[in-house]
């Protein structure tokens, strides 16, 4: 039976309770695997360049520098819509914004099983492409979360969103390892083509979702109970204040920390593969290194996401929490990294280098639980912007990192030097964040109208 959508009270007010509706059990039941099914799709998509690398260079070519140049082109689009994406889900709903993003980084993935064979260029294309739609997945997810999670259970369900992501590694990783030597084109096509089947589901949800949270509201009989059933995030009711908000000693900690973190995640990410089949070029289990480090992550991922919750529940701080989360996931990995190269190049056996690699990733996965959620300790209503710019300001060592880690092996195949950068950024940003940083909200005021 169609009920006709009617209000009594003000639209937009009214519209804007739909938009802060926290889910209920049966609404998170769907919700949370279709997110995290989403970042199975999106990382295998952008996973699955770095996993056939080594095959497609030999097949077209390419050297070390334009090895890095090829793989820092996914950053180059990635960079420029974190805030847009951010400021989008924040006024429109971070799952419009991300199932719409996802049919194009779709396509794009999947058009790079006919073009990469035509020129360079037309790999670039598609890659910055591919980067550009992939950029507000993150920033969208978090403005979603923030609205319909409530505070005290974030940890725990980004935790476990985000091992979707690990998840995606390591399916693109399997996949990898299985067609190797039968055919790198058909990883991009089965992506592509999981990418377009997620994006359609989540517009489904999405829709479904929208009519039932109408009909709860209308079965609300006053105001009263109506804000009830809302949540305690408020929409944004002008822009973001960038300008006092970037003068701000937590918000300037967040940005450095990310940095630092996303300069390992994009450095793991694109040449942990590589890396491996340089120094261990006689290893043809290639899932030993490309998947079986990448379960521990997503296990550590949530785990991280379960301790801080209960910290928290226990009466530990957020600052405090978030703090300990980044020094963790911040210093740990990188000094790992280092070691594990130094080892492997004084002729340490490839058990012991995995071994170590996965105890590196095992550390970085807390990572969910610290500048990745920070935003929307800092600023609710604005989680999504300021995710943006977090991401934004991650992303810069996704385009000059990735692509001078590439002329680095290429002028002096040191991959010792290359973690020792990694490893000095990393304790800086770090160690800025544990000093500066705060799960404290930031307090501005926006106008003189507004309390």
Not at 166 to 181: E, N, W
Not at 208 to 236: C, D, G, N
Not at 258 to 282: E, G, N, R
Not at 353 to 363: D, E, G, N, Q, V
């Amino acid at each position: 039976m169609d009920v006709p959508l009617r209000w009594t009270e003000d639209k937009h007010s009214v519209q804007g309770m739909l938009d802060h509706t926290h889910w209920s059990p049966a609404q998170s039941r769907v919700w949370v695997p279709a997110l995290f099914s989403g970042l199975v799709a999106l990382m295998a998509s952008r996973i699955s360049l770095p996993v056939c690398m080594a095959e497609m260079a030999q097949d077209l070519q390419w050297d070390k520098r334009e090895q890095g140049i090829i793989l820092a082109s996914f950053f180059g689009g990635y960079i420029f819509t974190q805030v847009i994406g951010g400021h989008l889900a924040d006024r429109y709903g971070g799952d419009s914004v991300q199932w719409m993003a996802a049919l194009v980084w779709s396509l794009a993935t999947l058009s790079m099983a006919f073009v990469a064979h035509v020129s360079v260029t037309l790999v670039l294309l598609v890659r910055f492409v591919t980067g550009l739609a992939q950029g507000v997945h993150y920033p969208s997810l978090l403005s979603l979360l923030s609205r319909r999670v409530p505070a005290a259970e974030r940890n725990l369900v980004y935790g476990i969103i985000n091992a979707g992501s690990a998840v995606g590694i390591i399916a693109a990783g399997g996949l990898g390892s299985a067609l190797f030597g039968k055919g790198w084109q058909y990883m991009f096509l089965i992506t592509g083509v999981v990418g377009i089947t997620w994006s359609l589901m989540l517009r489904t949800i999405s829709v479904q979702h929208k009519y039932i949270v109408h009909y709860r509201l209308l079965e609300r009989k006053s105001w009263k109970e109506k804000m009830a059933f809302t949540s305690e995030v408020p929409l944004p009711q002008q822009g973001m204040p960038w300008r006092r908000v970037l003068q701000n000693p937590a918000v300037l900690a967040l940005l450095a920390g990310h940095f630092s973190c996303c300069l390992y995640a994009h450095t793991v990410k694109s040449w942990a593969a590589i890396y491996f089949h340089d120094i261990f070029p006689q290893q043809e289990e290639t899932w030993l290194y490309n998947c079986l480090p990448w379960v521990f992550w997503a296990v550590s991922s949530v785990t991280g996401g379960w301790i801080a919750n209960k910290m928290i529940a226990h009466g530990v701080s957020i600052t405090r929490v978030r703090k300990m989360m980044v020094f963790t996931s911040g210093l740990f990995p990188a000094l790992l990294l280092l070691l594990m190269t130094v080892i492997a190049q004084s002729g340490g056996s490839f058990s012991l280098t995995l071994f170590i690699f996965i105890a590196s990733l095992i550390f970085d996965g807390v990572h969910s639980s610290g500048t990745a959620v920070n935003a929307s300790d800092l600023m609710p209503a604005y989680a999504g912007a300021l995710c943006g710019a977090a991401s934004t300001i991650g992303t810069i060592p996704g385009v000059c990192g990735v692509a001078l880690i590439g002329c680095i092996l290429h002028v002096t195949s040191s991959w010792t030097l290359v973690f020792t950068i990694v490893f000095v950024v990393c304790a800086g940003g770090s160690l800025v964040f544990v000093v500066f940083g705060s799960g404290t909200p930031v307090v501005l005021s926006l106008d003189t109208n507004t309390k």
